[in-house]
């Protein structure tokens, strides 16, 4: 066989399990348990038009519904760790990564899922909990590289020369819906030279529109 066929069959399933994951919080943001979900992005005045185009979905609270699901699609455990999914605990048992969150799927530069971003649900704020959570950096995901939305958006930002740089999935998701096209966000990180080279590929000028708090300042 080819050279590195072995390695691009580990990166595929990483891929597939990703996607498998994406599409299991999609179909339980339509349960019951993604209710309260739905009412805080309506809330946010999101339409499900805009939910579905970015594919948002919602992660149980419960601490092995994703990878029991996985599991029972013949996915091992080891990959399913490797692509970011759980963790395991110090007693050595793992740990769906993303409970009780409204998901964000990021699909990389070419549409392909390779993890997420997920916020807590509202209510469930507290200082141990992170407000939002990443997917670790997998050999697929790379938050210094990677700008969320941009397999959508790359096109209008070509067309327009200019790219507007948001803050987060929230924000990117919120202004495409008022017809904003030519965005990108960064996830969970601040600009990275990775970013600019990416975006200076297809635009000539780059606005910043962060929020006015430090952390926003800071970025």
Do not use: C
Not at 19 to 46: H, N, P, W
């Amino acid at each position: 066989g080819r050279v590195g066929s072995s390695d691009q069959k580990q990166i595929n399933i990483l891929y597939e399990a990703n996607k498998v994951a994406k599409d299991y919080f999609k179909e339980t943001l339509r349960q019951d348990q993604g209710k309260q979900a739905i009412e805080y992005l309506k809330k946010r005045g999101l339409s499900g038009e805009t939910a579905a185009e970015f594919e948002i979905g919602f992660a149980p609270d419960s601490p092995d519904a994703l990878h029991r699901h996985l599991i029972g699609l013949g996915y091992q455990i080891a990959a399913v760790e490797k692509a970011g999914l759980v963790f395991k605990t110090d007693r050595g048992t793992y740990v769906d990564r993303f409970r009780n969150r409204i998901m964000f799927p990021i699909l990389n530069h070419f549409g392909k899922p390779i993890g997420f971003t997920g916020r807590i649900m509202p209510g469930f704020e507290a200082d141990n909990v992170g407000k939002y959570i990443n997917s670790p950096e997998t050999p697929i995901f790379n938050k210094s590289k990677i700008l969320y939305g941009f397999d959508k958006s790359k096109n209008a930002i070509r067309e327009s020369k200019t790219a507007v740089l948001v803050e987060g999935q929230m924000d990117f998701v919120m202004a495409w819906q008022d017809g904003v096209k030519n965005l990108a966000a960064t996830s969970g990180t601040a600009l990275t030279a990775e970013h600019m080279k990416t975006l200076r590929r297809v635009a000539e000028s780059l606005v910043l529109s962060f929020d006015q708090d430090e952390a926003g300042q800071l970025a």
